[in-house]
């Protein structure tokens, strides 16, 4: 192994070059710096951390948080060759005490320890006395008391800075706004660290918003159109309808399993395991599920329900598309979303947990800027990045508002009468009620209200339903009406209603179309954008464009070679990507390299590969050859 941190990159992890700030980040780590990393999902960010552990004395002690995974974690960089354990509750006592011999007689590279662990005692006198390369805190957005996955135990992560002043500390995330950001900063004690931001883009991810219409039925539509056969998540808000739409999937013959908190732990493991393992599986989740999974194609990420926020939102959208390789974002939401995400915010705390009235009006700010996102008519990547301070000049061409602009109209007549009906029924009612007074309906609470008799009553025949729901959520994001604060879905004229009204104001609103939200997911994606995707699975590597058009010898060849990995990943009871990512499978099929010097200058087979695997690999292209 070459000591220089490119000499190891090259032979241990077999890429010829560094990223972004890779480089800069292992160099300020190694010379002892600490540092707070930004970089997206799928940028490298374990390189930044591994790298400097193997230049320096002694062992990278990384703090993650999630037990399920440490042990695919600690799989996958002893298939590197590196000597690496994990310390947590799954291990028996006889086993720990292993890996603590291990750790103080400098027998391992890394040590994948959850916080919970590392607090307790026992385990910082035995950091104590170990030696320690440096500390990496993997997914430190957690420390966040605003943010979507706080963990109060990270609160307590500060002790490193205090009992270890001389390690090296490196916080690593994916989401951080400029306030997370600083409450990094300063729970961690790194306000003396370099801050390295890699950019929150990820250009192979197509953004996608569309209204709810029967949503099961749209994401069917849209998983049968452009994912076929594809690994994916489709989140939901709520557990029971994380099942509920599994079965759906699985009634219309498409894999899928379930996953929520609820499930007990051999079940999720089992689910997990299989999504890890397994192609074209398709996990319906909540929340619970996704942080530090290190699939590299997903091909999508859907969303049933609208979420609580745009770093949770990001952050979810960031595990599709880890190999770089054209993947999906999908949201499919309606008011209704807002109406019980606003309930959740004013709901009355479980007993024991205080919530103050801040937390409450940030939970709010959040939701509405979450709703602002999926009614924006301008670029939407441009939106999302603004949230995190990322100026993008120009519109990105990859999300649907670039690829199929919306049309605007004038909306101010349509919005006078919504407002004015929402004014004349008592500002109580929701939008479903709004819409059939509008309409002119016969539902029965209308006529026993009286509403038939009001003068809004049947003067909005000029839109259909799905047009006025347009409507009604565009009023909401644009702050004219407000969900009543009980959270019953009623909705109430704001300040900014009266220039409408008085018709001092021009409204234009976006025109939704039906047929966009129930089609073929946005006005042309469809089984082009699906054929586009297979071929650049099966033919992109690093010097290959988006239209290059592999052969049958060459699509077969990479179809062996993966079914090689499979089988090669089940002896080894790894994932299939540990061994080799779709993307280093589809250059040998481009390449077919026929000795092991060929095979080596493949990105992503380092030595300790090529020695496990190489000739495996070999032998499968030289059969195709031959």
Not at 14 to 20: C, D, I, N, S, T
Not at 403 to 422: I, M, R
């Amino acid at each position: 192994m070459q000591h220089t941190a490119l000499g190891i990159l090259n032979t241990t992890y077999g890429y010829p070059a560094f990223r972004g700030h890779q480089a800069a980040v292992i160099d300020h780590l190694t010379a002892g710096g600490d540092a707070l990393l930004l970089m997206p999902t799928g940028g490298g960010k374990s390189l930044c951390y591994q790298i400097p552990a193997l230049l320096r004395e002694g062992a990278g002690v990384i703090v993650s948080p999630l037990i399920a995974l440490m042990q695919d974690q600690v799989g996958a960089v002893r298939q590197l060759g590196l000597r690496a354990a994990f310390l947590n509750s799954t291990l028996t006592l006889s086993e720990a005490a292993r890996v603590e011999h291990d750790l103080l007689h400098g027998e391992l590279d890394l040590l994948y320890v959850a916080p919970e662990r590392l607090l307790q005692p026992r385990t910082l006198e035995l950091l104590d006395r170990s030696t320690i390369a440096l500390f990496a805190i993997d997914e430190a957005h957690c420390v966040s008391q605003w943010g979507h996955d706080f963990r109060p135990e990270y609160l307590q992560l500060a002790v490193l800075a205090e009992r270890y002043p001389g390690i090296p500390r490196l916080a690593c995330t994916a989401t951080a706004d400029e306030r997370t950001r600083a409450e990094i900063l300063a729970n961690l004690r790194l306000e003396g660290g370099h801050t390295f931001i890699g950019g929150f883009d990820r250009p192979n991810i197509r953004y996608r918003v569309v209204a709810k219409d029967d949503p099961r039925k749209q994401l069917l539509k849209f998983l049968r159109d452009e994912h076929a056969g594809d690994a994916g998540i489709v989140y939901c808000l709520a557990r029971k309808k994380t099942e509920e739409t599994a079965a759906f999937l699985e009634q219309h013959g498409i894999a899928a399993v379930p996953y929520h908190a609820g499930l007990d732990a051999t079940t999720r493991r089992l689910h997990q395991e299989r999504f890890l393992n397994e192609d074209g599986l398709i996990v319906c989740a909540t929340i619970a599920f996704g942080m530090g999974i290190d699939k590299p194609d997903v091909r999508f990420v859907a969303h049933l329900d609208l979420p609580k926020s745009i770093e949770g939102y990001y952050q979810e959208t960031g595990r599709a598309g880890r190999d770089g390789l054209p993947a999906n974002a999908w949201l499919c939401y309606g008011l209704q979303d807002v109406v019980m995400l606003r309930k959740l915010i004013d709901a009355p705390p479980p007993d024991g947990i205080e919530v103050d009235e801040m937390h409450r009006r940030r939970g709010a700010q959040q939701l509405d800027t979450m709703l602002g996102y999926c009614e924006v008519t301008a670029c939407r990547r441009q939106r999302l990045l603004a949230h995190f301070g990322e100026v993008m000049p120009e519109p990105c061409g990859n999300c649907d508002t670039c690829l199929w602009p919306p049309e605007t109209f004038d909306a101010t007549v349509v919005a006078q009468k919504a407002l004015s009906c929402v004014a004349r029924t008592g500002q109580r009612f929701g939008a479903q009620h709004i819409i059939e007074v509008l309409r002119g309906g016969a539902a029965e609470r209308v006529l026993r209200l009286g509403h038939d008799k009001l003068s809004t009553y049947g003067i909005g025949g000029e839109l259909d339903v799905f047009g006025w729901r347009s409507v009604m959520r565009q009023l909401v994001a644009g702050g004219f009406l407000a969900l009543d604060p009980e959270g019953y879905g009623g909705l109430r004229l704001t300040a900014a209603a009266g220039p409408v009204l008085r018709g001092e104001q021009q409204l234009h609103l976006r025109r939704d179309v039906l047929e966009r939200a129930v089609g073929a997911g946005g006005g042309g994606a469809g089984k082009g954008a699906a054929r586009k995707a297979r071929r650049a699975a099966i033919a992109l590597a690093a010097d290959v464009d988006d239209t290059f058009e592999p052969d049958a010898a060459m699509t077969a060849l990479f179809e062996r070679l993966r079914a090689l990995r499979k089988r090669l990943a089940s002896e080894a009871g790894v994932p299939p990507y540990v061994i080799f990512h779709d993307r280093t499978l589809a250059e040998m099929a481009r390449r077919r390299p026929t000795s092991e010097a060929a095979l080596l200058g493949i990105s992503g087979v380092g030595q300790a590969k090529l020695e496990r695997y190489g000739e495996a690999f070999l032998a499968e292209m030289r059969g195709e050859e031959g």
